[in-house]
């Protein structure tokens, strides 16, 4: 019996992306762009469920044992409503979120701080429109893959890296969780 390793929501998602969102996918230019246009009139994760789409997108996520997580149905909503707005897909590392790097590039920085710092403080249910506003600056380009993992691990780890990498560090700091040796005094 071969042992399958479970996909990630980052290969769940970057998959479901280019299947309905991607305008050179299989469903065509037509209708990724009057997904797109739905998407753009959200104003609640939960409203995200009147697409078929996003149906599409937690069956897929259920199958692979996410739906059983403590992740409620309003991070899948807000996934699909999300990255059904992202226009082109642009690939990043594991580790760092393009968006957040995105975000803080330039001078002023493409998002001001401000606005950035009301989207890191928001909670997942009030997350859609801070976001949508935030990733129109950065014209709808990032990894879908990583932003949908980032939305469905929301949390202060997540909330951390993207304050990190929004201020210009691209790496995380390495944290011992040894004790330093005790130097006698």
């Given at each position: 019996m071969a042992d399958t390793a479970k996909p990630s929501v980052a290969a769940i998602a970057s998959q479901w992306w280019r299947q309905f969102c991607d305008p050179e996918g299989p469903?065509?230019?037509?209708?990724?762009?009057?997904?797109?246009?739905a998407c753009r009139r959200l104003r609640t994760p939960a409203e995200?469920?009147?697409?078929?789409?996003?149906?599409?997108?937690?069956?897929?996520?259920?199958?692979?044992?996410?739906?059983?997580?403590?992740?409620?149905?309003?991070?899948?909503?807000?996934?699909?409503?999300?990255?059904?707005q992202v226009e082109r897909f642009?690939?990043?590392?594991?580790?760092?979120?393009?968006?957040?790097?995105?975000?803080?590039?330039?001078?002023?920085?493409?998002v001001s701080p401000m606005r950035f710092?009301?989207?890191?403080?928001?909670?997942v249910r009030d997350l859609m429109t801070p976001l949508r506003r935030a990733l129109s600056q950065i014209e709808f380009k990032c990894s879908p893959g990583r932003l949908a993992s980032d939305l469905f691990y929301w949390g202060d780890d997540v909330k951390a890296r993207w304050?990190?990498?929004?201020?210009g560090d691209t790496q995380l700091p390495q944290i011992s969780t040894t004790?330093?040796?005790?130097?006698?005094a």
């Open positions: 469903v065509g230019h037509g209708s990724a762009r009057a997904f797109r246009a995200a469920y009147t697409l078929e789409q996003t149906a599409a997108l937690h069956r897929i996520l259920a199958a692979e044992g996410y739906g059983q997580s403590d992740r409620p149905y309003d991070r899948v909503g807000l996934i699909a409503g999300l990255l059904g642009e690939a990043d590392s594991h580790e760092k979120s393009l968006a957040a790097v995105r975000m803080g590039r330039g001078d002023p920085p493409t710092q009301k989207l890191i403080r928001s909670d304050c990190l990498q929004y201020y004790a330093p040796e005790e130097t006698p």
